[in-house]
C-alpha cells in the first residue's frame, strides 16, 4: 500500500497570508489526525478527523481549520499567518480512531 | 494531564552494541498505548514499536524491544546490534485506549548516534 502523502512539501509563505496544506491517507484509512511539530515546542497534536467528522481539538487559536473529505483526504488550513506558525506539519492516518498512527513526510512552512 | 518525559537528550552507542533509552510517563488511566517512533534526518517519523498496557509482556520487533514497568509507568526502549541507520531521533509517545482522545503526546525525544 502507498503511505500517507502530503502535499506541498515546503512552502514559504509572508505573515498574514493563509496556507493550505493536504493530507492523502492510506488506503482505507479513516482517521486523520495533524500535528505540528517546531524546536521549542515540540510535537504538538492540532485535530483529528474521522469520517468527516473532526473529533478532536488540540490547544491552538482559531486561526487552525481543518476539514476531511468523502475519500478521507483531509486538509488543514492556517489564517492571517505568523511567524511562530513556522514549523514542520505532520499528518498520520490510522485504519480507525485509537489504533496505530502511520505519518506522512511532512510539510515545512516557512512564515517570513 | 498525561505527560511523557524523556530525559536523555542525547545518547551515543557503537555500531554492533546495545543501547537503551528511556521514557517516563504520568497518566491516571489504566488502558492505553506505550509507542516509539523513530524520525531519521529526512523528517518522515516511523513506528517503531508499540505496547498496550494491559499486556504484561513486553514487545518485541527484531532488535527493538521494550521494558515496561506499568506501575513505574516507565517504557524503555532497547536497541541490539545498533546499526549506522539506526541513528535518529526517537520519540516516545503515549495515546488513551479506547480513542475517546485519539491524540498522541510525545516526549521531546531522544538523538541517538551511532558511532562507526
Known amino acids: 500500500k502507498a503511505g500517507v502523502t502530503q502535499t506541498p512539501?515546503?512552502?514559504?509563505?509572508?505573515?498574514?497570508?493563509?496556507?493550505?496544506?493536504?493530507?492523502?491517507?492510506?488506503?482505507?484509512?479513516?482517521?486523520?489526525?495533524w500535528y505540528q511539530q517546531t524546536p521549542g515546542q515540540g510535537l504538538q497534536?492540532?485535530?483529528?478527523?474521522?469520517?468527516?467528522?473532526?473529533?478532536?481539538?488540540?490547544?491552538?487559536?482559531?486561526?487552525?481549520?481543518?476539514?476531511?473529505?468523502s475519500n478521507s483526504?483531509?486538509?488543514?488550513?492556517?489564517?492571517?499567518l505568523e511567524l511562530g506558525d513556522s514549523a514542520l506539519y505532520?499528518?498520520?492516518?490510522?485504519?480507525?480512531?485509537?489504533?496505530?498512527?502511520?505519518?506522512?513526510?511532512?510539510?515545512?512552512?516557512?512564515?517570513? | 494531564a498525561q505527560t511523557v518525559t524523556q530525559s536523555q537528550p542525547e545518547m551515543s552507542v557503537q555500531e554492533?552494541?546495545?543501547?537503551?533509552?528511556?521514557?517516563?510517563?504520568?497518566?491516571?488511566?489504566?488502558?492505553y498505548y506505550l509507542f516509539w517512533y523513530k524520525q531519521p534526518p529526512s523528517r518522515q517519523m516511523i513506528l517503531v514499536i508499540r505496547q498496550e498496557a494491559y499486556k504484561q509482556q513486553n514487545a518485541t520487533e527484531n532488535r527493538f524491544?521494550?521494558?515496561?514497568?506499568?506501575?513505574?509507568?516507565?517504557?524503555?526502549?532497547?536497541?541490539?546490534?545498533?546499526?549506522?541507520?539506526?541513528?535518529?531521533?526517537?520519540?516516545c509517545a503515549y495515546k488513551d485506549y479506547g480513542g475517546a482522545t485519539n491524540k498522541l503526546i510525545f516526549g521531546t525525544g531522544t538523538l541517538l548516534a551511532v558511532q562507526p
Open chain 1, 9 to 33: 512539501r515546503y512552502l514559504i509563505k509572508t505573515r498574514g497570508q493563509q496556507v493550505t496544506l493536504s493530507c492523502s491517507p492510506i488506503s482505507g484509512h479513516r482517521s486523520v489526525s
Open chain 1, 45 to 69: 497534536f492540532l485535530f483529528e478527523y474521522f469520517s468527516e467528522t473532526q473529533r478532536n481539538k488540540g490547544n491552538f487559536p482559531g486561526r487552525f481549520s481543518g476539514r476531511q473529505f
Open chain 1, 73 to 80: 483526504r483531509s486538509e488543514m488550513n492556517v489564517s492571517t
Open chain 1, 90 to 112: 505532520l499528518c498520520a492516518s490510522s485504519p480507525y480512531s485509537g489504533t496505530d498512527e502511520y505519518f506522512g513526510p511532512g510539510t515545512r512552512l516557512t512564515v517570513t
Open chain 2, 16 to 31: 554492533a552494541e546495545t543501547v537503551t533509552l528511556s521514557c517516563t510517563y504520568d497518566t491516571s488511566e489504566s488502558d
Open chain 2, 65 to 91: 524491544s521494550v521494558n515496561f514497568q506499568k506501575a513505574a509507568k516507565s517504557f524503555s526502549l532497547k536497541i541490539s546490534d545498533s546499526q549506522l541507520g539506526d541513528a535518529a531521533m526517537y520519540f
